[in-house]
């Protein structure tokens, strides 16, 4: 199956050599292209691609913002930034872009990005050695979840997963069950005891005990295996060297 991809950028001419790059890649499937930020996100919703590249600067929304609303809803979607202006670097690699593409770049540096990024996505996982597992100290047994059906109360030992997921902050359990709440990320940390739960990502935080293996994923992302379950979370470069601070 191809990678379905999504263009954005305010120049015809860049959208036209994007276009070209992508769909004579092997294994790319372009899905649409915009030229703001505001069409770039709308076909978001509507297409869910795999990949999105775009523009840093763009009327309305600014590349990284769009990028930093799509996290919100996958962050497992891949972003490439292509930009005049290396100032712009430091911002792309805060949402965790796969690549940074400065303008004008050479069609071989793009064509070896996508090819890179199809093997990423395509590619089994490489093995990498179990993380030793945590012994916790004790924490408090349950959870309190307001939501919009009311209160559920969760054992602390059961949750395994919260992550962010379609603009909206989702708990996973051990035994299957999704619980949907309004709480940020932040808030549901400050309440989770931390000798348990790590916060690997913006979008993620992993119960410790439960952590079964780290895999590489990106230039600067790992994914996190959970035991008991298909999900799975990523991990930045940072939060796993402090990650493994905890097993020294």
């Known amino acids: 199956m191809n990678i379905r991809v999504l263009i954005a950028d305010d120049d ?18 372009l899905v649409g292209e915009a030229e703001n930020g505001e069409d770039l996100l709308r076909q978001y919703d509507e297409k869910k691609p795999e990949m999105v590249i775009l523009d840093v600067e ?31 670097m430091s911002d792309a690699f805060s949402v965790y872009a796969f690549d940074y593409l400065l303008k004008p770049f050479r069609v071989e540096r793009a064509e070896e990005t996508l090819r890179l990024a199809r093997l990423r996505l ?4 490489a093995d990498a050695p179990p993380v ?20 559920s109360f969760i ?12 603009r909206a902050t989702v708990l996973y ?28 990502h913006k979008s993620y935080i992993v119960n410790l005990n439960h952590i079964d293996s780290i895999q590489p994923y990106g230039r600067w992302t790992y994914i996190v295996k959970l035991r008991g379950t298909t999900k799975d979370a990523l991990i930045t470069t940072e939060r796993f060297e402090e990650l493994q601070k905890l097993f020294a």
Do not use: W
């Not at 990284?64 to 292509?82: G, H, K, S, W, Y």
């Not at 047994?141 to 059906?149: I, K, S, V």
């Not at 054992?155 to 379609?166: G, I, N, P, S, T």
């Open 132 to 151: 030793p597992k945590i012994v916790a100290a004790p924490a408090p047994a349950r959870l309190m979840l307001r939501h919009r059906e009311g209160v």
């Open 155 to 166: 054992d602390m030992d059961r949750l395994l997963l919260v992550q962010r997921e379609d």
């Open 122 to 125: 395509t590619a089994p996982a």
């Open 58 to 88: 763009m009327p309305g929304q600014t590349g990284v913002e769009c990028a930093r609303a799509i996290q919100d809803q996958n962050p497992r979607t891949l972003i490439i930034f292509v930009t005049a202006h290396e100032q712009y």
């Open 173 to 200: 359990t051990q035994d299957g069950q999704r619980y949907v709440t309004g709480d940020t990320m932040s808030e549901l940390a400050a309440r989770l005891p931390e000798h348990t739960f790590f916060r690997t």
């Open 12 to 29: 015809p001419g860049m959208r036209l050599l994007l276009k070209r790059l992508v769909e004579r890649a092997e294994g790319y499937e």
